[in-house]
């Protein structure tokens, strides 16, 4: 049989070639995208989670003092406000607590001098937290009368951490699978460019 002519195995080449990089990058970038939407999605959803957990952390803490620290606060009993508050600092990720009178007098307070000196600022989010501490309160209250109020503030340097940490897995998780799926895609366009090949050979055969 006749070899084929210089320009029918370059056809045959160039045609090969094209279907593998094409097989290889349309493969890389369907998963590249889909990658991208679950971590996107994942961090997402944990950020969320992880959200409301502080949220809910935070105002359980301060309801708590409200209601213990209610007594004391009616009979201005500071020395038990003093002790109350000094105990409640032992909770992780508390960064300071502070009970007022009705007349914003503070009664007893004890945490981060920095952020003790701060003026209060309720967060509602924590991402409004850019000096990295979630502010709440609770009202201390008889029936529909105030009596004071609690103030907190609780780090949000867990969260931050745990999402950059799962980034940092996501991230490696994400460049292992891309580079199986770029062996994998080789793999199959190296065997696709073979039955291109020989389909291109047996087209162009004189025999055919």
Known sequence: MPAPTSWRKNEMGIAAMSFRRKTILGIATIEAVLLLILVGTGLGLMHQSNEQELIKR????????????????????LASLESFVQEIMKNSGLVYVRVRNRDGVVLAQE???????????????????NDGVFDTYAKIQVADTAYGQVELGLSTREIYDALARARQWATGF?????????????????????RVGKECRSRWSPYH
């Open 58 to 77: 935070a105002t359980t803490i301060a309801t708590l003092v409200a209601t213990v620290s209610k007594e004391a606060v009616l009979t201005n009993d």
């Open 111 to 129: 945490g981060n001098d920095r952020e003790l000196m701060r003026p209060f600022n309720a967060d509602q989010l924590v991402d409004d937290a």
């Open 174 to 194: 994400a460049i292992i699978e891309m580079a199986l799926v770029a062996l994998f895609s080789f793999v199959l366009g190296r065997s696709e460019e073979r």
